[in-house]
């Protein structure tokens, strides 16, 4: 047999691989499950596109951006900044955020991995309150930052009060606190009290609350939004997305509204041209039709709650949802329902305490096939 040649590579073996660093060996990526069913309702999308006439305006707004392409786009995106600052002012109310007051970034989760970029990190601590999004950790270990959490209530409540988060934030004493309004998975949106307790118990160590609104265009009539309190606490951060009630999901546009100064110290661990010409063209395009994306948002909340009622109707448990998702228990065992629901055509998603399951609020002609199908999937 002749010999190799002296420089023929051989193959490597399998203890050269590169090892990850502590908290990644044996972790699953985050990922719902993405599956050609008729009715996808287990990732809290808004089922209605954009019609034919917006969706030729974001071609060519593309279009006109991709003539630029050669170039890198702008870093700061001030423009598209004024005007969801201009947009959170009508939906909510309030005197509008200027540019400088406003971030925006790839997907709402991007802009909580920066902020904890750059508050949390090594020896500091994040807070948060289960159930929550299952995302919050993963930012945490990403960042080196320490994750702990407290319990909300009971369902189907899952209520946090003031009393519960400033006991909390006594115990661990974090740099971060997060709370979601309205919350993933339960729906459930916090009132102001709770949000002016944790942002008043944080402020003698100089903690940063964080206020996840990613929902909060679909909160009922009458339930406020934390933004209104941002002048009175300069240590809260309001974080939105318009891959909700905007129907940008595929588009990846998040953002926060905070002090400046906030604003500045994310500015610095951001990647560079971190917001591609593209996404700042479909974002801008969609705010300038924002009455045609949101024209759809009072349907799926009378949707929403007519769902709830038939789930409660049947003798669920049903959390109260401000969100365009409802979690109910089932009465069997819940991965058996999913698996019966899947079988049937109808995707939602087993997430949060055990025995409940979420359905993501969808077209009537959705909402419709979920409530046939769970009358075979879970009988009484």
């Known amino acids: 047999m002749e010999a190799m040649p002296a420089n023929t590579p051989s193959a490597p073996e399998p203890s050269a691989l590169p090892v990850p660093r502590d ?22 999308e808004n089922p209605f596109g ?17 003539t630029g392409l050669h170039r890198y786009p702008d870093r700061e995106a001030l423009d598209l900044r004024r005007e969801l600052g201009q947009f959170l ?5 309030v005197p509008a955020p200027a540019a400088e007051a406003v971030w925006a970034a790839n997907g709402s989760n991007e802009i909580m991995h920066q902020l904890l970029l750059a508050y949390g990190g090594p020896g500091r601590t994040a807070l948060g309150f289960t159930p929550h999004y299952s995302m919050y950790p993963e930012y945490a270990r990403d ?7 407290a319990e909300r209530g009971p369902g189907p409540d899952f209520a946090l009060t003031a009393e519960m988060v400033t006991a909390a934030i006594a115990e661990h004493t974090p740099a971060i606190v997060v709370l979601t309004s309205p919350n993933n998975p339960t729906g459930t949106a916090l009132g102001l009290d709770v949000v002016e307790a944790a942002a008043r118990a944080l402020a003698p160590t100089r903690g940063m609350l964080v206020v996840d609104e990613a929902y909060g265009e679909f909160r009922r009539d009458g339930v406020p939004s934390a933004l209104s309190l941002l002048d009175v606490h300069p240590n809260l951060v309001v974080t939105r997305t318009m891959s909700k009630a905007f129907a940008l999901a595929g588009a990846r546009l998040g953002y926060l509204v905070a002090d400046p100064a906030i604003v500045d110290a994310v500015r610095v661990v951001r990647l ?10 479909v974002a801008r395009t969609a705010l300038a039709h924002r009455e045609e994306l949101l024209g759809r948002v009072a349907l799926l909340r009378s949707e929403r709650d007519a769902l709830a009622a038939h789930l409660a109707g049947r003798g669920h448990e049903v959390a109260p949802s401000d969100a365009n998702f409802v979690l109910f228990r089932a009465f069997a065992d819940r991965d058996d329902v999913f698996q019966a629901l899947l ?3 109808v995707l939602i998603r087993a997430v949060g305490p055990a025995g409940w399951l979420r359905v993501s609020v969808g077209t009537p002609e959705d909402n419709a096939a979920f409530r046939t199908a769970l009358e075979e999937a879970d009988p009484r």
């Open 23 to 44: 908290g990644i060996v044996g972790e699953a990526p985050y990922g719902a499950p993405q599956l050609e069913v008729a009715h996808a309702l287990n990732v809290n």
């Open 50 to 66: 954009p019609s034919p006439e917006l969706a030729a305006a974001i071609g060519s707004a593309a279009s006109e951006a991709a």
């Open 89 to 93: 002012a009508e939906e909510s109310s």
């Open 143 to 149: 960042t080196y930052t320490a994750w702990v959490t």
């Open 272 to 281: 560079p041209y971190h917001l591609s010409a593209v996404t700042q063209a």
């Open 343 to 345: 079988e049937r055509g």
